[in-house]
């Protein structure tokens, strides 16, 4: 059985996908981005930290926080903003922060600079 995650505190979904799915007490949430920033011209700190508050939305929604994240997976387009990106993701997990990957992609969607997804357990 799974539950759609669904919240006005983070941007719809801009496909046939799910802000999040709630299955046998794992979330997973769809990658996050920062559109209007990115268009914008807005710092990659910014950024990072829209798509954060994003998820911290997504899982308030489901009655979690980022304590709750077991896995994220970060896709950055250009691995110089790797520091910058790690910085800000590090305010959100001071302590025991979950597996992670960093990926340096070609183009994301909306021209963004980094999307993040993750999952999350009860």
Do not use: H, W
């Amino acid at each position: 059985m799974k539950q759609i995650i669904f919240t006005e505190k983070a941007p719809a979904a801009i496909g046939p996908y799910s802000q999040a799915v709630l299955s046998n007490g794992t979330l997973y949430i769809s990658g996050q981005i920062a559109f209007a920033l990115a268009e914008s011209g807005a710092s990659i700190q910014d950024e990072t930290r829209q798509v954060m508050e994003n998820l911290k939305a997504i899982l308030e929604a489901a009655n979690m926080t980022f304590e709750n994240v077991v896995k994220a997976s970060i896709f950055v387009k250009d691995m110089n903003n790797f520091a910058a990106i790690n910085a800000v993701y590090g305010e959100y997990f001071s302590e025991n922060p979950p597996a992670r990957e960093t990926v340096e992609v070609a183009r994301l969607p909306k021209d963004v600079n980094v999307e993040i997804s993750c999952i999350a357990v009860i």
